[in-house]
Structure formats: structure tokens, C-alpha cells
């Protein structure tokens, strides 16, 4: 029996890839230390389960294909908090941020039509973008910048009769780099210039850090060419309630997502009713979260810095940050981390970066790494890289 | 700013469209009795929350992408119950049937490439084609013989070069109708014969009626080429969950749809607990709700039967009958219901079965009736409807 080609040519997933080579590690009796996944390790708020129990229906039926009302009512009012306008009926409820980048892609993109996309990305927009035979464009942002938007020059050199849009991550998925005005206006001047749709996904909008602010592609007005692409996964610790958002203000593009978003019926009415919970929380909660991820985020920047040859720039949002090695070939030394490697029988799994671009051999000396532990555990993590990178380099390599 | 054709040429849903009408209906004080959607008004068992409250994870975090093997397992025991031998390793868990279809149809087919679909079929088939391109070519089924399968010679008169499989549901949604080995043997052998593969759509596995009994697919041991698309929506009551399941014994085919499975990382979670809580239920269960939906099946033929000019034969399973009425048109007829008939201020909504067919203009005298209310509601309402009839006939028709 054959297979399309659509399936053939996706990759396996690069983070969970090297998973069996962990599984080993551990089955050796090695403490494995995840910093690979962007899983976080915080309690999902207790608010969650209280609003299902209070709510605790009878039937587990379908929800309106956009969302219970409630919820998108919910949202709209945390978008407004963040002054971005998004009123109820500009919202689709999808099954995680996985879901609104697929509706994104599919109703502007049509097979062999191109989607300009800032590398390294998220990687999984690979798959979705394959899912539906979309051509990713990349352009690349460089370590050495802190992976910041490339030139304007750098967009129009890529640019086709069949692009039909732009997607990133501000914050991003893997850099943590988070854009400022004048780079975000690069791509919003693009994009008008030639008529592009913007996929801007926001994932982390909350986690900036050294007084960064998030900016909502939302904020340049561009309200027909703009998507939002929305997650509770990363900001309330609940990846696995499956809940994200598609959101536009461009009427006739809602209309034609909601087409989509029928046939599929809803997304998942329990994990619903929890979000309205999670969005009803004081603001407190994602402050202390907020405290928390930044304390990590400066105890991997203090250990990352005595990395000799590390090039990599002090992280400045989401939980990530992407650095340059002084080794050979990242994903050998990761894989080479869990087989060969450890300290007190503890060993450290990160990315290796090249599965987040879509330019074949790059990033080939980068890895990311999730900071997704304690400090305490992250600072020794952080160490045994230090160590790991010594000793990889000192020719004493099992290959 | 432009969208895709892929996206414009999606229809939007032809059970949901008519709804504006059901809501003018409700606006000006009459009751609606729903029989035009598959959403079951039976309350979803306890089991449900029941294991989540006793499982309560502190996170709710991200699961296998082919689900918790804890679910996989409770399925595998499922199936080996009903005599289909799949073990956990050949089972992924999907956002709802709807995600299982899209990974089928996804991995067989690419662009351009056709799946044979007997009509009229389960509507969001087309849907679910459209956002990934694959072309669904019917073969066509006729109320005269109580939607049967089609002859060998229609499915060979639709085969091209670019056939790569075939879907259906059995028991069928919208039909009723039940498949005997026979015409389950036609499928396989048009299969065998050219090398397709079998998307076997069996959600309504639990509900065959008067002796006649479900076959899955799969007891023709044809396990490199047979999928099985399944879901908990009907069988409990839970639509909302979306909880569905993609199985085959084809280890290469699962490997390759674990590829797409891993980019929108897993299934919900919560929902994904619950569902262990319903597989783990004592049959009696399942009993219970059977013996509900007979009753009802019965009540609704009892009914139909006093329409005169009235073409189906008395439905076998699922919980739907589609019936060819003697009307002009039955998306009309459909409308004209909610506008302009009532008895005692009470209308009923059914679904025109034009949007079920691929072939345009088909079905145009068809209806489905879902019979998800109780015996009481479901005798009036189907009295309302040959009431209609009569009136819509006699020419008192406001158009």
C-alpha cells in the first residue's frame, strides 16, 4: 500500500525525535533533565477544575463551531485588558494554537501557494504547513542579532507571485527574542506593500522580561490583513486542555474559517468551560507565574555566559533561548548528552535547533533550551552543558 | 485581501445553515423540535467526571500524541470485546472522529487524488476533503432499496488512475441503513481488486436493530488496507469530548499518520480521562441507551409510515432514517416549516438531504430525521411533519 507524499515528506517531530535515545538513558539509570519540550512544570491553576464542578453539566455536547459564547465573551474582555480589540464574534475557539495555524494557512493558502516565515521557527508550522501542501519561505534570523527580524530586503528577496502571507512567533518559539516596534513595523510594511496576510502568533505574550513589552502585530491596525493566533497552553500551564484561538477582525475571512471550523464541530466543551475559569483569575496568578519564569530565565543566562564560545543574547521572552555551541554538530551532541554524558548519573536533554528551520543544514551548531524547570534545577542543567561542551570538545567523543 | 479556493469552495454546513431560520421560529414564541442535528439529548454517564475527579492531574499537561496509554489500553480492550483485535499500539486517539477522517484522508491521498464515497454520506466527509484537497467521488445509494450498497459495476464505473480509497459509515449516518456481509464483501473485493484502501467509518458500531447485527471491516482481514474511524460522541453522549480514534493494524500507515499526530501534539486531556471512566462502564450501559434509541426508532417508522408518498424502508441502525418525501423540494420544505407551519405553536426542524450528496441536485426530495428526543416528543414531531405534508401539497404553500 503507498502513502501520499503530503505524509512522506513531513518530518518526525525534531523535540520528540530524540525521545527513545532518553528513554535509553533512563532505562541505564540516568536522571534525565527535560529542558527539550516546552511543557512547563507549574500547577495548572485549581480555577480550571472549580469552574467545570460548578458548572458540572449534564450532557457533554456539542459547543457552538466558534466556542461557547461565555468563553469567547471571556477572551474578549483579556484581549481588551491587553488593548487588543477583539470583541466575541472575532473569535474561533480552536483545539490548541496547533489548530487556528492551520485555519490561518488554509484559507489564504492553496497547494504550491507560500507562506513567508522568520527562521528558526516554531517547527511545528512545518507540519501544519505540509498537512496541506503550503510552501514554507523562510527567512533567517541570525544568533549573533539575538534572532532579530531580519531587513526588509532580506523579506522582498523571498518574495513570489504566490505569497500569500507572513507567520511568526512574538515572543518567539525557540529564540525567546521578542520584537520591537521597529521590527514588527518591517513586517507590517511588507506586508501592506504587497497585500500579504499577517499570521501573528502570540502565544507568549505575557512572558517579557528586562521592561521588553509585548506588542500585538494588533497594534499597527491592519486589521484585515491581521491574524491573531492564541494559546492558554503556555500561559496558564494547561498544554494539554487543547485550547487556543483564531482571531480576526477581517469579517469575510471569519465567515470563510467558520466554514472550516463546521465541519470539524467544536473544540473540546470540558476544557472550555475550565478556560473560562482560568480567565477569570486574578491577574496575580500570571504575575507570580511571570516572577517565576524569570528568575529561571536569569539563572540559565548566568550559566549559559560561562559557556566559552556560546553565542547566544540574553533572552528577552517566553521560556526559551536558542544558543550557538562550540560543537560540531548539535544534534549529535545532544544525542551524544544522553548516551555518553553525565554528572552524579544526571544527564540534560535540549533541542538541537535544526528542526526549526526550513533551509536544510542550519542552525546545525544551535540548540534550544526550555526553561521549563526550577532555577535550582536549571542552574544544574545549565552546568552539565557547560561540562559536556568541555569534554565534547576534548576528543574524548564516543561516536 | 483574497482567500484560498480551497476555503471558498467549502460549503457551509447544510445541517447548521438552516439555524437562523430555527431562531426567527423561536423569536416569535413557537417551539422547535429539533431532529436535524446528531447531538443525543441522553445525559453523559457520571463515569465521566467521575474519573477525572479521582485521577485530578495537578497538570494538565501534554499526553502521547497517540493518547494516554491508559485510554489506548481501555479502547484495545473495547474492541477486543466486540471482536476487533486492535491492541494499543495501533490505536491513536483523535480530537473527535472528524481529526481521524483528516489523518485518513491525509495519508492516502495527495492533491487531485480521489476517494470513491457512497452517497449521500456523512456531510463534513466533504468538508474535511476540501481543507486538504482530495477529491470525494460518489457512487450512489437509493432510498428504493433502503440505501443498500451499490453493485460492483457503479464503484468500477467511478475508478481512475487516482482512486486511492474508499470511506462510508456503517451503520450509515444520514441513512439508517446496516450493511450485510454481502455488501460489505462488494467493498472489499472492488478493494482487494485495486489496491485501495478502506476508510470504515464505524461511530454507530453499538446501534443495529431487529436482529441485524454491525460487521466492522475488519473481520474481512484485510488489515493493511482497512482504517477504522470510530468516536465516543454517539455511544455516550458525549459530542463535546471530542474523543475519537484512528486504528490499523498497518504499522507503516500508523507511523506515518504518529507524523501528523505529533505536530498538533495530542488530543484533550481531561477529555481523554473521562473517556477511560465511560470504556470502563458496565455493559448495561450501552444496553440501556439501545433499547432507548429502539423505542424511538420504532416510534418514529410508526409515524412515518402514515405519510403517504413517503419512500424509505424502516431504518436498521445508527439513529437516523432519511426519507425521500413527496415534496417539491426539501430544503423548501425544510425552511417552510420553521416560516410558515406550526401545531399547537410547535414546529419541527429535520435536515434536507441535498447537502449529503456529492453529485449536485441530488436528494432534493430527501430528508434526515436524527431521532435524539424521546418517544413522546418524536411521535409529534413526525405528526407535525405529515401534517406539513399534506398542507404544503394542497397548495397553501407561502413561498
Not at 235 to 244: K, P, T, W
Amino acid at each position: 500500500m503507498e502513502f501520499s507524499k503530503r505524509v512522506l515528506n513531513m518530518q518526525a517531530s525534531p523535540i520528540r525525535k530524540l525521545i527513545p535515545y532518553a528513554e535509553q538513558a533512563k532505562k541505564m539509570g540516568k536522571t534525565v533533565l527535560h529542558l527539550n519540550i516546552g511543557q512547563p512544570d507549574l500547577e495548572t491553576p485549581k480555577a480550571f477544575f472549580d469552574y467545570i464542578e460548578k458548572h458540572n453539566p449534564e450532557i457533554i455536547s456539542y459547543t457552538h463551531s466558534a466556542g461557547l459564547i461565555e468563553l469567547r465573551e471571556a477572551f474578549s474582555k483579556y484581549y481588551k485588558d491587553n488593548n487588543i480589540p477583539f470583541t466575541p464574534e472575532e473569535i474561533i475557539v480552536t483545539n490548541g494554537g496547533s489548530e487556528a495555524i492551520i485555519f490561518a494557512l488554509g484559507a489564504i493558502a492553496d497547494p504550491g501557494d507560500e507562506i513567508i516565515v522568520i527562521e528558526p521557527f516554531y517547527a511545528n508550522y512545518k507540519g501544519f504547513a505540509e498537512m496541506i501542501n503550503v510552501k514554507l519561505v523562510p527567512v533567517r534570523a541570525l544568533p549573533e542579532t539575538g534572532y532579530a527580524v531580519p531587513s526588509i530586503n532580506e523579506f522582498e528577496a523571498v518574495l513570489s507571485n504566490r505569497t500569500k502571507g507572513i507567520i511568526f512567533s512574538n515572543p518567539s518559539n525557540p529564540t525567546g527574542a521578542v520584537y520591537s516596534e521597529e521590527e514588527l513595523k518591517t513586517i507590517v510594511e511588507f506586508a501592506k506593500k504587497h497585500d500579504l496576510y499577517i499570521i501573528s502568533d502570540e502565544v507568549y505574550r505575557e512572558f517579557t522580561f528586562d521592561g521588553t513589552k509585548h506588542i500585538s502585530t494588533m497594534a499597527f491596525g491592519e486589521y484585515n490583513r491581521t491574524i491573531v493566533v492564541d494559546s492558554i497552553s503556555k500561559r496558564y500551564s494547561a498544554c494539554g486542555a487543547r485550547v487556543g484561538v483564531f482571531a480576526t477582525k477581517n469579517r469575510e475571512l471569519y465567515n470563510q474559517v467558520m466554514k472550516m471550523a463546521q465541519s470539524r464541530l467544536c473544540p473540546p466543551m470540558i476544557a472550555q468551560l475550565g478556560t473560562i475559569g482560568l480567565l477569570e483569575m486574578d491577574k496575580s496568578y500570571i504575575e507570580s507565574v511571570y516572577k517565576e519564569y524569570d528568575k529561571r530565565r536569569l539563572a540559565v543566562y548566568e550559566e549559559l555566559s560561562k559557556i566559552e564560545g556560546a553565542v547566544f543574547e540574553k533572552p528577552k521572552g517566553a521560556f526559551y533561548v536558542s544558543v550557538k555551541l562550540p560543537v560540531d554538530n548539535s544534534e549529535k551532541f545532544v544525542k551524544w548528552l544522553l548516551t555518553d554524558f553525565s554528572i552524579e548519573n544526571t544527564t540534560v536533554m535540549v533541542a538541537p535547533l535544526n528542526g526549526f528551520y526550513a533551509t536544510p543544514n542550519t542552525g546545525m551548531q544551535e540548540i534550544r533550551i526550555a526553561y521549563v524547570l526550577n532555577s535550582e534545577k536549571l542552574r544544574f542543567a545549565t552546568k552539565i552543558l557547560a561540562e559536556a561542551v568541555k569534554v565534547y570538545n576534548n576528543g574524548r567523543v564516543i561516536s
